[in-house]
């Protein structure tokens, strides 16, 4: 497999929260789609130098390294090129952004991203940037009791609810699921459960057991838009990816109380997967909003929690 080109990418955000997009010309490679303006990191430079010189060169814009968030790393290998994107979060920038080499750009609502034609390996950076960086995770309570939960686990900061539910059967999960998502319409629910079952039942945000994403080939049947799951070792991130998934979770992390008897993995072995995947990854396990900024820093999509939001 050919070298890794290392490619420094911003998601540049302005004060409405619209995004930079800029279309690569016909002649480049992966021509006439829209990208996240940047390029190759040269020999020898740090790749905040670089993304700070790709803006300059490419939009006139400056930037201050510092003020930048690692979002996300993908690698990628197209049938002539391998890359790895390294993506930054950039929200605040000097100067008035124009296509320095005459290239269109677009400012975009994150809601129409999708509309926009990418580069394959742009797939995860456009999830990553549509997915929350905070998902409370239910714990077990009573039918009745999981929109109130739900209320408080938003007031703690919590962006996205994975419906969790094994002690009530598929059906109440699915009746239970139906009645939440119409109570919050604008929240992303997960329902933690089956793909045929949520194909059935028309959920639009499922999330996969290891043991249900293991006996996957791929997402192909699957009806909704967002695919997640849960990852415990690098044979299931390399599935999660296979199959196409959106997101995983990676557990655990640190020590949890609602698996005591499992070794947890750490920080370094989390920022080392994280590294390793293409795939926007949660952090889960003994983990609460006190370290989304460590996590976010090691490049993953956020936390995922139980407890910190009860
Ligand atoms: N900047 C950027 N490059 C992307 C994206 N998605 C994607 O697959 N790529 C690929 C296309 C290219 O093979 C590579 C980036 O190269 P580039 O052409 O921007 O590099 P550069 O700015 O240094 O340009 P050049 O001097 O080599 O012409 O990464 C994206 O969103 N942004
Ligand atoms: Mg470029």
Redesign the pocket.
Same mark, same amino acid.
């Given at each position: 497999m050919s070298k890794l080109?290392h490619?420094?990418?911003a998601a540049i955000f302005n004060d409405s929260g619209e995004l930079l997009l800029?279309l690569?010309d016909k002649a &480049?490679? &992966?021509g006439g789609?829209?990208?996240?303006?940047?390029?190759?990191v040269e020999p020898g430079e740090e790749v905040r130098s670089a993304l700070a010189r790709?803006l300059q060169?490419?939009l006139g814009i400056e930037i201050d390294q510092s003020a930048t968030v690692p979002l996300i790393q993908v690698p990628?290998h197209?049938p002539d090129?391998s890359?790895l994107?390294d993506?930054f979060r950039v929200n605040r920038f000097m100067g008035q952004p124009y296509g320095r080499e005459g290239q269109p750009l677009n400012w975009v609502k994150l809601a129409d991203l999708s509309g926009y034609p990418?580069?394959?390996?742009?797939t995860p950076?456009v999830n990553a940037l549509q997915l929350p960086t905070a998902l409370a995770i239910t714990p077990r309570l009573l039918s009745v009791q999981y929109c109130e939960y739900i209320d408080k686990a938003l007031q703690k900061g919590a962006q996205a609810v994975m419906l969790r539910a094994k002690h009530l059967t598929e059906t109440e999960q699915l009746n239970l699921y139906q009645q939440l998502a119409e109570a919050f319409p604008e929240l992303l629910l997960i329902w933690n459960g089956s793909m045929d079952a949520a194909n059935r039942a028309e959920v639009t945000a499922l999330h996969l057991s290891s043991e249900r994403l293991m006996q996957l080939n791929s997402r192909k049947t699957y009806r909704g838009r967002w695919l997640g799951a849960s990852c415990h070792t690098e044979e299931q991130i390399r599935r999660a990816e296979q199959i196409g998934a959106d997101y995983i979770t990676l557990s655990p992390v640190q020590k949890t109380a609602s698996h005591p008897e499992v070794t947890p993995m750490g920080w370094a072995e989390y920022s080392r997967l994280v590294r390793l995947s293409s795939l926007p990854v949660y952090a889960l396990g003994g983990v609460s909003l006190a370290d989304l900024e460590q996590t976010l820093q090691a490049g993953g999509q956020g936390i995922a929690a139980i407890r910190c939001f009860c």
């Open positions: 080109i490619v420094a990418a800029a690569r &480049q490679h &992966q789609l829209w990208e996240f303006p940047g390029g190759k790709e060169e490419e990628f197209y090129k890359v994107l993506v990418f580069p394959a390996a742009n950076i």
